[in-house]
C-alpha cells in the first residue's frame, strides 16, 4: 500500500506560481510511475502530467506543457509539480497518483491516489 498527501495548493493571482508536493508513505516511490491529474467543478478528472518509473522522461497535457513541470525525489519519497504562468482555467483540486506500470496518462493505469489539494486562480 502506498499513502498519497498532497500539499501547497491555494489561493493565487493569475501569473503566479505554486509548488505542489505529493508525500508518499509505505512504499518507495522510485518503484512507481507517478502522475498529477485535476478536477475543475463540473469536469471529469484530466491528466496533467506524469513522470516514467524508470528513466525519469516526463510527459504533459498539451494545456500545461511549457508552464507545469513535475520532478521526483526519490530520497525524500516526494513528487511535486511546479506550477509557473497559472491561468483561472487552472482552478481544480489537484491529484497525485502512483502507478506500477512504466507510466501513463489515464486514471485506470493509476493503484494508488492522494486525497488532492485545492488550487484556486483568480482574474
Known amino acids: 500500500q502506498v499513502q498519497l498527501v498532497e500539499s501547497g495548493g491555494g489561493l493565487v493571482q493569475a501569473g503566479d506560481s505554486l509548488r505542489l508536493s505529493c508525500a508518499a508513505s509505505g512504499r518507495t516511490l522510485s518503484n512507481y510511475a507517478m502522475g498529477w491529474f485535476r478536477q475543475a467543478p463540473g469536469k471529469e478528472r484530466e491528466f496533467v502530467a506524469a513522470v516514467h518509473r524508470s528513466i525519469g522522461m516526463t510527459y504533459y497535457a498539451d494545456s500545461v506543457r511549457g508552464r507545469f513541470t513535475i520532478s521526483r525525489d526519490n530520497a525524500k519519497n516526494t513528487v511535486y509539480l511546479q506550477l509557473n504562468s497559472l491561468k483561472p482555467e487552472d482552478t481544480a483540486v489537484y491529484y497525485c497518483?502512483?502507478?506500477?506500470?512504466?507510466?501513463?496518462?489515464?486514471?485506470?493505469?493509476?493503484?494508488?491516489w492522494g486525497q488532492g489539494t485545492q488550487v484556486t486562480v483568480s482574474s
Open positions: 497518483a502512483a502507478s506500477s506500470k512504466l507510466w501513463g496518462s489515464k486514471e485506470s493505469e493509476y493503484d494508488y
